[in-house]
């Protein structure tokens, strides 16, 4: 069959998909993300409902999310009786101590890894990636060992330096990208200044990277708020060092469970996280944005 006679067949142009898209209704849009929006808030609006029950209707009323009665007992139980107070001063004074340690030491990692080339530089890159292959419990052994020597054991101080002492690569290679793309004018009219290495970090590098900074914060503060097996180990002789996630164990009898409390104890743990979030969102866009284009 010759050429012109042969019938050539041409892709329909993705532009027509586009433009299909376009037309139509903008309800149709909405309503789906309205409907994927309440499907991913509907354990937690169920949480807050559960939270104002007692027991017996958790489980009796079903799916229906007013209660008959509100039980606002449920949290003075839970903040009291439970001592949830105790275990809310516990987790802050963690997780804020191993955010500041671990944006503080990821920032200066990812600095010397995303500007300096030097010898071993990959090698060190290789090894730091193989960590997010092993898991925690396989690492609670030596924890357990090193905070024994240094004095730390059932102690904030040895909960902090435990959680705040992993690889955190994630952090690291976040920080790199973003120190990679910085044009190096910026050292080098530092140096010309006479500034050195820790200036340079502290009062240049460091602030450019303020939404890196926040991105790496709010996942360490989430990371460390919900954490349960390093407080869970180092609070096991000591009830009173106990943390919210450790502390939602005072729920659970041997024969029965406290569902309404331990839902009012989940409302109380989630509400600084939210609040934190909202604050840092844009940060936190801007971050990852700004690490993944790199």
């Given at each position: 069959m010759s050429a012109s006679t042969s019938t050539v067949r041409r892709p329909v142009p993705a532009s027509k998909l586009s433009r299909a898209l376009r037309r139509a209704p903008w309800w149709?849009?909405?309503?789906?993300?309205?409907?994927?929006?309440?499907?991913?808030?509907?354990?937690?609006?169920?949480?807050?409902?559960?939270?104002?029950?007692?027991?017996?209707?958790?489980f009796a009323a079903g799916l229906q999310l007013i209660p008959e009665r509100f039980a606002w007992e449920n949290y003075s139980r839970a903040w009291e009786d439970?001592?949830?107070?105790?275990?809310?001063?516990?987790?802050?004074?963690?997780?804020?101590?191993?955010?500041?340690?671990?944006?503080?030491?990821?920032?200066?990692?990812?600095?010397?890894?995303?500007?300096?080339?030097?010898?071993?530089?990959?090698?060190?890159?290789?090894?730091?990636?193989?960590?997010?292959?092993?898991?925690?419990?396989?690492?609670?052994?030596?924890?357990v060992q090193v905070s024994l020597q240094l004095g730390v054991i059932n102690?904030?101080?040895?909960?902090?330096?435990?959680?705040?002492?992993?690889?955190?690569?994630?952090?690291?290679l976040i920080y790199?990208?973003?120190?990679?793309?910085?044009?190096k004018e910026l050292e080098e009219a530092a140096i010309v200044d006479g500034a050195g290495f820790v200036r340079i970090f502290f009062s240049i590098m460091l602030p450019l990277a303020m939404p890196v900074t926040a991105t790496v914060a709010l996942?360490?503060?989430?990371?460390?708020?919900?954490?349960?097996?390093?407080?869970?180990v180092f609070s096991f002789s000591r009830p009173e060092l106990r943390t919210l996630s450790v502390g939602m164990q005072?729920?659970?009898?041997e024969n029965a469970v406290d569902w309404s409390g331990m839902a009012a104890a989940g409302v109380i743990s989630i509400i600084p996280v939210v609040a934190l979030f909202f604050f840092l969102q844009r940060f936190f866009v801007e971050?990852?944005?700004g690490a993944v284009k790199s």
């Open positions: 149709i849009a909405v309503a789906f993300l309205v409907g994927v929006a309440i499907l991913w808030m509907f354990p937690f609006i169920w949480m807050i409902s559960a939270s104002l029950k007692d027991n017996m209707e958790v439970a001592r949830f107070g105790r275990y809310l001063i516990n987790t802050v004074i963690v997780t804020l101590w191993t955010v500041v340690i671990v944006t503080v030491r990821c920032a200066a990692c990812g600095y010397v890894l995303g500007r300096y080339r030097f010898p071993g530089s990959r090698v060190i890159m290789g090894i730091l990636i193989a960590t997010l292959f092993v898991p925690t419990g396989y690492t609670i052994i030596p924890i102690s904030l101080t040895g909960m902090i330096l435990a959680l705040s002492g992993a690889a955190h690569v994630s952090a690291i790199a990208g973003y120190f990679r793309q910085l044009p996942l360490t503060f989430l990371a460390t708020w919900n954490s349960f097996f390093l407080p869970l005072a729920f659970v009898g971050g990852i944005a």
